[in-house]
Nanobody, 128 residues
């Protein structure tokens, strides 16, 4: 059983910062796992934001957040965080943490279908 719980969402003004945290229970961090953050804005499909391999050596970002967001993980603590800087109103969405068990410690996945484990989401609202 893998449980993911997000925290850290809230209301912030444009150009502000937030740090989202994803806490995992179960075997997610004991076994090799790719972790990711997705987001879903009102009326839109859920989209990929960032992913990090189990080793942390490989990361991937959607173009719209490159240079502003940073994904990181602490396997000892079982956490995966998303530092969000220079936030824009278009970053407003529910942010979801996702996990996938992999055999490759350097692998990242970029699509929803590859992640079987999801958190409940945390709302980020950026005001202009």
């Amino acid at each position: 059983q893998v449980l993911l719980v997000e925290s850290g969402g809230g209301l912030v003004q444009a150009e502000g910062s937030l740090r989202l945290a994803c806490a995992s229970s179960g075997s997610t961090f004991t076994l090799h796992s790719t972790m990711a953050w997705f987001r879903q804005a009102p009326g839109k499909n859920r989209e990929f934001v960032a992913a990090i391999s189990w080793s942390g050596s490989k990361v991937a970002y959607v173009d719209s957040v490159k240079g502003r967001f940073t994904i990181s993980r602490d396997n000892a603590k079982g956490t995966a965080d998303l530092q969000m800087n220079s936030l824009k109103p278009e970053d407003t969405a529910v942010y979801y943490c996702a996990a996938a068990i992999t055999r490759d410690r350097t692998l990242v996945f970029l699509t929803l279908k590859e992640y079987p484990y999801w958190g409940q989401g945390t709302l980020v609202t950026v005001s202009s």
